[in-house]
């Protein structure tokens, strides 16, 4: 089992929609967890941390993160086609971050 | 401020050679780590470095070592190269802050460095 779970995509929205990204983790140890966006040829780029149970909003972006259940998501609202890239959870436990393996988001015009 | 800086941006090596990489942190930045990202494997951690000192290293084989300088930048080393260490390599920096608190540290990439082994 990976110790971090992304539902695998493709994932199309229409510009304007709400894009929803799930992720879980298996390690009870982790401590907080990343979001970022890889553009393709390019490198990770932060989009969110959160370390606390609850919401964290920044602008059009919202992760929520549940530790009971081992969950973490992204809401992306107002969807761009600037967004359309793949989105990577990660996370942090012990100094390492682990990674999922990405969803493909593509936003429609 | 600057963002983390790796170089070179491209290598082309051949088998057998070793290879050297070089990632400087955004300053202030203390806290340095290296990933490995391929088309099969994801991005996959390699180690990281807090004041000189490796405090976690992934399941690599010892032909992959690092190092970090007192002035935080870090270097990572691949010898004796094989086919399938062809990948991108990112160096990530955070600043844990006083209190070396880790956990809300956000880690940011650098542009990385795509290494080909022919």
């Known amino acids: 089992q990976k110790e971090v779970e992304q539902n695998s995509g493709p994932l199309s929205v229409p510009e304007g929609a709400i894009a929803s990204l799930n992720c879980t983790y298996s390690d009870r140890g982790s401590q907080s967890f990343f979001w970022y966006r890889q553009y393709s040829g390019k490198s990770p780029e932060l989009i969110m941390f959160?370390?606390?149970?609850g919401d964290k909003e920044d602008g059009r972006f919202t992760a929520q993160l549940n530790k009971a259940s081992q969950y973490v998501s992204l809401l992306i609202r107002d969807s761009q086609p600037s967004d359309s890239a793949t989105y990577l959870c990660a996370a942090l436990n012990d100094y390492k971050l682990s990674f999922g393996a990405g969803t493909t988001v593509t936003v429609r015009a | 401020k600057a963002g983390v800086t790796q170089t070179p941006r491209y290598l082309i090596k051949t088998r057998g050679q070793q290879v050297t990489l070089s990632c400087s942190p955004i300053s202030g930045h203390r806290s340095v780590s290296w990933y490995q990202q391929t088309p099969g494997q994801g991005l996959q951690f390699l180690f990281e470095?807090?004041?000189?000192?490796?405090?976690n290293k992934g399941n690599f084989p010892g032909r992959f070592s690092g190092r970090q300088f007192s002035n935080s930048r870090s270097e990572m080393n691949v010898s004796t190269l094989e086919l399938g260490d062809s990948a991108l390599y990112l160096c990530a920096s955070s600043d844990p802050g006083q209190g070396a608190l880790f956990y809300n540290s956000p880690l940011h990439f650098g542009n990385g460095t795509r290494l080909t082994v022919t």
């Open positions: 959160i370390y606390s149970n």
């Open positions: 470095y807090f004041s000189e000192t490796q405090r």
